[in-house]
Structures are given as C-alpha cells and as structure tokens.
C-alpha cells in the first residue's frame, strides 16, 4: 500500500469492544469503518465497570471520556452474606488511588455513548452481518448476509461472544456453561442503607446478588442462581420468581427487585469458552469477548476489550507496523494472550468459589475473605487494576541468510537436514503445560519466530518473522505394554523427525514431539521429548540448550510461576561477529592462506574418505540413525585411560570411528583417513555470544591422520587431540566461516554443482560432533531427567556423522548415516566396531565389549 494513505481497518461489531477499537485507532491516525449486525444501536438494560486499568490504558493514547458525569465513581468495595451481614470490606478505594485512576460504574448505554461520541468520524453500517472473509495480496473482504463486500488492509473481529469472524477463524466450538442464570436490572432507587459510589456483593447458597450505584439515582443489580444449563440458556421465569428465590435475603435486596418493573428485568446466560491460543491469522485478529470472554464475576469484561484496544493501536503505532500487518498483529496478540488468559482463568475460577452451594464450600468461601490479610487482597486488587502498559516491541530477525546459513538451507531443501534433540521426563507431565511453556520459548527466541523466503525470482534467501504461527507439538502415545515402547522415540526420529522437512516456507523452523507411555501410576508415566531444529538456526549447543530451557520453563509454571516471556536480543549472522582481523581483507588473506595449506596437506596425504556402497541422487537422500551408549563404568574407564595417554575424548572418540572405517575398508598398509571436528566459537565472536542464545555457531575441521593396521588406538587419539588444538590455536576455524562466502554458491544455479564438488571431491564425508559433557540436569521441577542427547541430519554433508554426549552418568553415540550410501547393516557394523574399538583400547584386561543398543 502507498505510505500516504491511511491504513483502513473494518472493525466487525460496534458493541464495547468495537467502538473502543474504532476510538484507539483513530487516535493512531487509522482509518475506520464499523460494522454491526443489528439495525439500531440500542445497549441491553444493564450495568458495567470501567476499572481504572482500562480508565489507563485509555489515557496512554490521551483518550479521556469523562465517565465520571455519566456514571458513579466507586468508592467502596463490600461483600455481605444474603442477610446483610459484613464479610470484608475490600481496599478497593485505596487501590484505585494507588493505580493513579478511579474505577468507574455506569450502564452499558452511557458508554456506548461516550465512545461513539470518541470515535467521531469513524463509519457506522448496521444491518451488516457478516458470515466471513477471504485475504490475498491487497488485504481482506468481509462477506456479509445480504450479499455485500468490504475490502480493507486489516479486519478486527469485536462481534462478541457469538463473532462471525472467529467462526470462520477456528470454527465451531461448544461454549462453558457457568452452571447458573444471571438476572440483570437497573432501576432509580434510594435506600438508606446505601452510600454513594457503593459496590455491594451479597453471598447466600449457590447465589449471589449484586447493586451498584451507577449514578443520577439510578442503582445497577445482578444476582445469579445455580441452575441446569438446560434451564439457564431459555428463562421463563417471572419477577415473581425471582423475588421468591431471594424472599429471605436482606431488605435492599428485596427491595432494589421490588423496584424494578418486570420488563427491565433481563435473564441471560453466563458462559465462557476455552481459552483460544491463537486470535487469527494474516491480516485478521480478534478483540475483546470475540476473543476471549469471560464471565463476569470480576467486573472486567469491558476493561479487557478496553486494554486490546489500546495495546492495537499502540502496536500498529509503531515504526514498521504497516510494512508487515500480519506480525503487527500477530505481536498484538502475543502481548495480551497472557493477561487475558490469567483474567479469563481467574472469573471462572472466583465464580467457582462464590457460587458455593455446600455448607462445607461456604465456609471456605467466607473464611477466605475473613482471613486473608488485607496487603494480600489490596495485592490481588493492584494485579486486575494496573494496566500492564505496552511492552517493548519483540525483537524480530528480518535479514538475508549468510553465506553459512544459505549453505545449510541449499542443503536442508535439496534433503532434510535436522538436527533433533532429545530427553526423557519421569513422572506426570501434561500436555497443556508443555505446550504454553513452548510459547513461552518461542516468545524468548527471535530465531524461534521466523521463516525463510526462497530465493525465486533471484532474490535471496532470507530471514523473515513470523508471527501466531506456534512451535508444531505432535503427541504420540504409546501402551506400557507395547515391547517397542522403550524405543519408540528411535522410529519416530528415524521415521519422521530425520525424514522430513521441516516447513522453512511458512515457519517456525523448529517442531517438538511428546512420546508418552502412561505408567500405572502418574509418578510412573515416561515422556521422551524431541526437538527438531533447522541447522541454519541451531547447532548442537543452541538444540541442547532449547531442550533444557522448555522444560525449566515447564517446571516454573508446574509450581505456579509465570516465567518470563521477554524476547533476547537479535543477532546477526555468525560471519558479521567475527573478531575484526577475521573480517574484510584481513579475513580473506587468513582463508587464502588456510586453503593453501590444506590443499598442499590433501595432495600430500592423499587422505580416503568412507567409501560409498551405492550412489544415490541428493534429493532421494535421507537420514538414519543407529543408537549407542556408554555406561557410567566404561565412560569412567575411557576418561581414566585418556588422561592417562594425554588424549581428549573427542580424540579417542574420533580415532575409534576412523579405525572402524578403515577395517571396514579393508585397509592393509597405513593409510590418511578424514576426518571433521565440529568446534564452538561463540566465546570468541565480537560480542561473544552465550550458549543459550539460538543459532549455529560452530565450523567443522577436517583432520588427517594415520591409520596404521594393528597399531594401539592412542598415537591416532593424540594426534587428533594436537591437531584440533594447534588448528583452533590458530584459529581457522574461524578463518573456514568465512569459507562459503567465498566459495560456496551465490546463486541457485550454482547449488548442483557445488554439492556435486563437496559430495564427490570435498574435505571429508566423516564427522564426529562431540559436545564433551553436558550440564543437563537430572531434576528439574518434580520430575526426574534421563537420556539427554542429539542425532544430525546430514542431507548433502556427508555419508557418517556421529554426535556424542556426555550426561546423566552415560555417554550417548549415535551414528547417523545416508540410507544406501551406507545401508543399515553397515552403519550398524560401523557403530558396533567403533565401540568395540574404543572399549578394547581403555580396558586393561581382555574382556568382552558390552554395546548397549
């Protein structure tokens, strides 16, 4: 759209909600129209509180309606049981002052009037009811009854607890029924039990009444009664009933119904729907009962719509907004999803406890208000009634892939290179709770909220955000009883997470996987977690420390904290952090003199690569997994030998797979085998960058040693060990980041030919990742924690990459292999005689190797 042309918004529904949406947006200089169902504005017979979050929240955008003259500001909070008796006077006056805002009690008509007055110039249509919409490239058209269109940039849905707009967004859905009927009323009415600015709620069994002063003589009352939902949903009854279910209550009860003649007298349902995680989708969202409605047991059903409003205009208020409305509004939603849905949870869970209907229930009821100090309820109070304010916008990622990262992209779109990370949780663990805590995580991480736009049409690949698109968790359940249960998270990483793609069009470039096997106890239930990341966003490091920070994040809501969602800092690519003398022609003069040796060194030593058993076209290649352990005593045994030979484990580890490889081959003279080394730089970028800040940060280095046929395994392991020291003292690695830019494909046309060049020519088609050992805990919250470890994808990369990691008392290996370049019998054969290798090498006595499968 041209940027001098204001942005057009069609908000759908002109109750509280929209017309506090079209008031915000014209303040923010969008263009408004509104749109209501029914053929005349008229507000239903009742009363409602303006709380001095939303008088707040308003005032951020210079927006004062003056609600003071049209309705009774409220000066005391009270709650009574049905006989007029006191059972806490709330500090609700001394809050409001606290907070800097009264709360303000008026009828539903009064602020219909006080925002369309406020919205000025906005277009009204009623008669409009809309039955959908469709989006494309210039924006959105909304489908009405009676055949007419609208078309706009951006749609809000504030058509309330029954919204067209969020039918055709999630579709139908069953509403929670509160299991009572609530009487609404306003009438003029004097009592000498009343003082002005009043707020009186009354308790009996399985009822509660309401009357408020709302001002100009006129006194606002509700009362509730447990009842069927099938009754509730179609009231028939008569005042006369009504007066009879509060016959026994105190004097101004009976009297504010006595007072109210009975065709202003209004029966209505009180329902909620289960809260919904996602508000919309492109250029469309949800605001206020369309989005989350609550019932209305903590008066702030029109505070909420009042607070989304607000924090819209504000988002799309900001620089950039109007550039990429989807992640305004995606942006919007994220910084109220949290709020609303604490509102939300806590209406239902209060009307719950007042809607006591037991002896027993009452008690607790009553005795909670008696007895709770009055710095925790004036704390409570200060929570629901201080607008939150508008959060800093999110960091998003909106760059070209590097050189590095369109590497791992070229490689990732030709066959899926993933890499997946994986724990196993004891104890009883719900999906709901992982699935917010992986919000939470999104939330955190910029890298986490985006997708990558392809390079048609000659453009680059690139980073783009996005955003209400969560984190995919897939649940798969297995019977205790199934034999195969124990190792049901091998087929699923091998059957899907390795297998395929993840969706990098559309993000987010991470998914999860839940494999439950219910216990016969909850303590006894067992849940193996993956998670599978994209390379061009994850490392090994990045994977491992995303895994750890779900489940942490878990744990905090499991104990009632409600973790932080504020968003890290964006980074830029691993090459624009690179120290400045491995930049500009600094840089170049390193990699140049780096590749000349490596070259010299590769057409001295001829170095074998792993031999290919078949060939196989880059796009029929896929990922396989074989698994392998170290118990506690051999991982003892082997980091006792490798100190003892001056070697690291990574040494040993690595000379163990190239023996391996080469007895494979038949190898029967002494022969240079490659071999890469992954090695984490993030310590040594400018700024450093912190292990638990998502990315890939790590450059693979290919080492050429000596096999020699029958000699002991530790000369190999040392000079391993030496090599990768002397390499990384030198700091090639990070020279070989620079690498791709410099040689690596710089268009499509290029991407065949390269990976032609590195599958049948380059450095090495064998690597062992070995993140050494992990600080992964084995408790966290109230679960226990096993089995930490990591599988690489390998695409186009290679034919054998093994990761290992050491944690939770083992050390896990597993070997991952292209299917018929290596096929499953010789992976397995390969796994088996590294481990066997390794074992014989770090025992002093023969034995037979123990391989845990």
Not at 447 to 460: E, F, K, N, V, W
Not at 693 to 708: D, K, W
Not at 725 to 753: I, Y
Not at 761 to 778: A, E, I, K, T, V
């Amino acid at each position: 759209m041209a940027t001098n042309q204001p942005l057009k918004a069609l908000v759908i529904g002109a109750g509280i909600g929209g017309l506090a949406c079209a008031t915000a947006l014209r303040r923010v200089g969008i263009d408004v129209t509104l749109y209501e169902r029914a053929t005349e504005l008229r507000a239903a017979g009742s009363g409602l509180s303006v709380m001095s979050n939303a008088v707040n929240a308003l005032a951020t955008l210079g927006i004062d309606l003056r609600l003071d003259r049209r309705g009774q500001i409220a000066t005391s909070f009270t709650v009574l049981d049905h006989r007029g008796r006191d059972i806490r006077d709330l500090p609700f006056k001394e809050v409001c002052e606290q907070v800097g805002a009264p709360s303000v009690c008026l009828s539903r008509s009064d602020l219909q009037e006080a925002l369309l007055e406020a919205a000025g110039d906005c277009r009204l249509h009623l008669g409009a009811a809309a039955t959908g919409f469709t989006t494309d490239d210039t924006g959105v058209t909304v489908h009405f009854e009676d055949g007419r269109t609208a078309h706009g940039d951006l749609l809000i849905g504030a058509d309330g607890f029954h919204s067209a707009i969020r039918d055709h967004l999630v579709g139908p859905e069953t509403s929670q029924d509160s299991g009572y009927v609530c009487w609404l009323g306003i009438v003029p009415f004097h009592h000498p039990g009343l003082t002005p600015g009043s707020v009186r709620h009354y308790w009996g069994s399985g009822q509660r009444f309401g009357l408020i002063d709302i001002g100009h003589g006129r006194y606002y009352w509700w009362g509730t009664k447990n009842m069927p939902a099938a009754r509730s949903h179609a009231w028939d009854g008569t005042k006369d009933e009504i007066a009879h279910a509060y016959a026994d209550w105190t004097d101004e009860v009976r009297a504010v119904i006595e007072a109210t003649p009975p065709e202003d007298i209004l029966a209505v349902p009180s329902r909620d729907r289960t809260f919904l995680e996602r508000w919309g989708e492109g250029p469309v969202t949800l605001l206020g009962d369309a989005a989350h409605p609550m019932l209305t047991t903590l008066g702030q059903g029109s505070a909420m719509a009042i607070e989304d409003a607000v924090v819209l205009a504000h988002t799309l208020a900001e620089p950039g907004a109007h550039d990429d409305l989807p992640l305004a509004l995606r942006t919007y939603e994220d910084r109220r999803r949290d709020r609303t849905r604490a509102m939300v949870a806590a209406s239902r869970a209060m009307s719950d406890l007042e809607q006591a209907d037991t002896p027993e229930q009452r008690k607790v009821r009553d005795d909670y208000f008696r007895l709770t100090p009055r710095e925790e309820l004036a704390r409570q109070n200060a929570e629901a009634l201080t607008f939150p304010g508008i959060p800093e916008p999110a960091p998003h990622v909106r760059r070209t892939l590097s050189p590095l990262e369109r590497w791992y992209w070229i490689a990732d779109r030709t066959s899926p290179l993933n890499g997946v990370f994986r724990t196993r949780v004891h104890g009883p663990l719900e999906l709901p709770l992982l699935r917010r805590a992986l919000d939470i995580l999104q939330s955190r991480h910029p890298l986490l909220r985006t997708a990558i736009s392809g390079d048609t049409g000659g453009a680059a690949p690139a980073f783009r955000p996005v955003g209400g698109r969560p984190i995919p968790l897939r649940n798969v359940r297995t019977p205790a009883a199934d034999p195969d249960a124990d190792t049901r998270w091998e087929h699923e990483v091998n059957e899907h997470e390795l297998a395929e793609h993840l969706d990098w069009r559309n993000g987010p470039l991470l998914r999860t996987v839940v494999i439950t096997r219910e216990g016969a106890e909850r303590e006894d239930d067992v849940h193996d977690l993956l998670l599978t990341a994209a390379h061009c966003i994850a490392d090994g490091t990045t994977g491992l420390s995303l895994l750890r920070e779900w489940i942490d994040i878990a744990a905090q809501l499991a104990a009632g904290e409600e973790p932080s969602p504020t968003s890290r800092r964006t980074l830029p690519s691993a090459e624009d952090l690179l120290p400045h003398h491995h930049r500009g022609e600094a840089g170049t003069a390193a990699l140049t003199a780096l590749m000349e040796r490596d070259e010299s060194e590769a057409r001295r030593l001829q170095p074998r690569r792993v031999t290919p058993s078949q060939p196989v076209p880059f796009h029929q290649r896929r990922t396989r997994m074989v698994h392998r352990t170290l118990t506690g005593g051999e991982l003892e045994l082997l980091v006792g030998a490798c100190k003892r030979h001056d070697v690291t484990v990574h040494g040993a580890l690595a000379a163990a797979m190239v023996t391996a490889v080469a007895q494979e081959a038949g190898t029967p003279e002494p022969t240079h085998f490659s071999i890469g080394s992954p090695l984490d730089f993030r310590a040594e970028l400018d700024p450093a960058v912190s292990h638990d800040e998502a990315g890939t940060y790590a450059a693979t280095l290919p080492s050429r040693v000596l096999y020699r046929p029958g000699t002991p395994l530790w000369p190999m392991a040392r000079a391993i060990s030496q090599d990768l020291a002397d390499r990384r003292k030198r700091e090639e690695h990070l020279s070989l980041v620079n690498l791709l830019g410099r040689s690596g494909p710089s268009t499509s046309t290029d991407d065949e030919t390269f990976m032609r060049y590195m599958d049948e020519q380059g450095p090495l088609n064998l690597c062992l990742s070995n993140l050494g050992r992990h600080d992964f805990p084995d408790r966290t919250g109230p679960w226990r924690i096993t089995d930490t470890q990591l599988i690489a994808g390998i695409s186009v990369t290679g034919a054998i990459v093994a990761t290992a990691l050491t944690s939770h008392n083992q050390l896990t290996w597993n070997f991952s292999h292209i299917d018929g370049i290596v096929p499953a019998p010789r992976a397995h054969h390969i796994a088996d005689a590294s481990v066997h290798t390794l074992l014989s090498a770090i025992r002093t006595a023969p034995d037979t190797p123990h391989v845990s499968h």
